[in-house]
């Protein structure tokens, strides 16, 4: 039989706890679900805002533009401080000058910004080493690369004390990929990407893995593995679909058929990819075109002078717009084809001045049995770096380069 104090305690006290429980639970809910709609409506508006801030900073004079964003929070956001890190990203083809100051304004902006609205102070380390690997890469282009490494290894100190993002920690691998294949650590540059692709894949950012597969290719090409190089593009312009990347893996291709000795199907290539490269007339894309084109025309033997303008031609528009990296690789090929030009002429002059060696009076009777000379000095160096975009062909002493290529 149940005591009456059971039966009290399991049909009326209970029923009561459970009801009072649930209404809480009830309550607590709707304001959890009231917060995180205000919070999305927050969120909403910096996103469509951010643009049009970021435009309101730059339109200041340089000088003005820390304070303003000190003093003035509704610059401080999350939403700002991405959306100039992806403007820097994209300004880096055309002006690193101005890629440099955007990358400034979204460190400025993050130290200043509340964990609270984005996910906690791990979310805001997370996007503080995604910028320093930006401003890395900047610098990089800018061919700054003890810079370009400092801040790279400040990226991966502020790393461990975030929650690391995967797309970031990809994104950072990708970006000092480049660093260490441009400084020959070409190992590191592999593994780095080995990393990144991964993620990549299985977060299903099909952009992101090509850009990866391009700079693995990119690597063969430097050291010296055209053939496979150009396998890797081959097989990955059977699935890239982004124009732009298409675009880039195709002049990458043309790159590496012709330093391997295939200069006609490069030629067939670059045609062909005429009109992507008119969507993207940037700097780096317009003189990256000029520089191939010269390549091209050297290792066809058409017109090594026209090569060599086209080459002195992407040379100084690199140097002229703070490209020191691109500006250096392109005079190295300029003074190949110029040895290459002045051979040229060497033996043309030798064919001039020696066909007929002896006096005149008894050449005629002598020419078939001391056929004409050909003059055998030829500068050190010529012709062994011929096709070897880069300076692949092996550096030499007199190599004048740019002031500020390390």
Request: glycine residues 6%; charged residues 25%.
């Amino acid at each position: 039989m149940v005591s009456p104090q059971l039966f009290y305690l399991a049909h009326v006290v209970e029923p009561q706890i459970s009801r009072a429980t649930l209404l809480d639970y009830d309550a607590a809910f709707c304001q959890s679900s009231q917060r995180a709609l205000e919070h999305l409506d927050r969120i909403t508006c910096e996103r469509e805002m951010a643009a049009d801030h970021l435009l309101e900073i730059l339109a200041l004079p340089r000088s003005r533009r820390e304070r303003v964003l000190r003093m003035e929070s509704r610059f401080h956001s999350y939403s700002f401080a991405t959306h100039a890190l992806d403007r820097s990203e994209g300004e880096v083809s055309s002006d690193p000058a101005k890629a440099w100051e955007l990358v400034r304004l979204a460190r400025l902006v993050i130290p200043h910004t509340e964990p609270r609205s984005c996910g906690g102070a791990e979310a805001l380390k997370d996007l503080e080493a995604y910028s320093l690997a930006v401003e890395g890469n900047t610098l990089r282009v800018h061919g700054n690369f003890p810079a370009a490494r400092k801040s790279f290894s400040l990226a991966r100190s502020i790393q461990k004390n975030g929650g690391s993002d995967p797309d970031f920690t990809a994104t950072i691998d990708l970006l000092e990929s480049s660093l260490c294949r441009e400084i020959l650590q070409l190992d590191a540059a592999l593994t780095l990407l080995d990393r990144a692709e991964e993620t990549f894949a299985a977060l299903g950012k099909v952009d992101c893995f090509a850009r990866a597969i391009i700079s693995r290719a990119n690597i063969h090409i430097v050291k010296g593995n055209w053939l496979e190089a150009a396998t890797i593009l081959r097989s990955a312009l059977a699935w890239i679909t982004n124009p732009r990347l298409l675009m880039a893996a195709r002049h990458n291709l043309a790159d590496a058929l012709v330093k391997a000795g295939s200069a006609p199907e490069a030629a067939q290539i670059v045609a062909a990819t005429a009109d992507l490269y008119e969507r993207w007339p940037d700097t780096l894309t317009t003189n990256r075109r000029i520089w191939i084109e010269g390549l091209i025309t050297r290792e066809l033997g058409d017109d090594i002078q026209l090569a060599s303008e086209l080459l002195e031609l992407a040379m100084e528009n690199f140097r002229a717009r703070g490209y020191a990296c691109d500006a250096g690789l392109a005079q190295l090929d300029l003074i190949a084809t110029r040895r290459k030009l002045a051979l040229s002429r060497r033996r043309r002059s030798a064919g001039e001045r020696f066909p007929h060696p002896l006096h005149p009076g008894v050449a005629a009777a002598q020419q078939d049995a001391h056929p004409a000379a050909v003059e055998p000095s030829v500068a050190p160096g010529a012709g062994q770096d011929a096709g070897q975009g880069g300076g692949a062909g092996g550096l030499h002493d007199d190599l004048e380069m740019p002031r500020d290529q390390p």
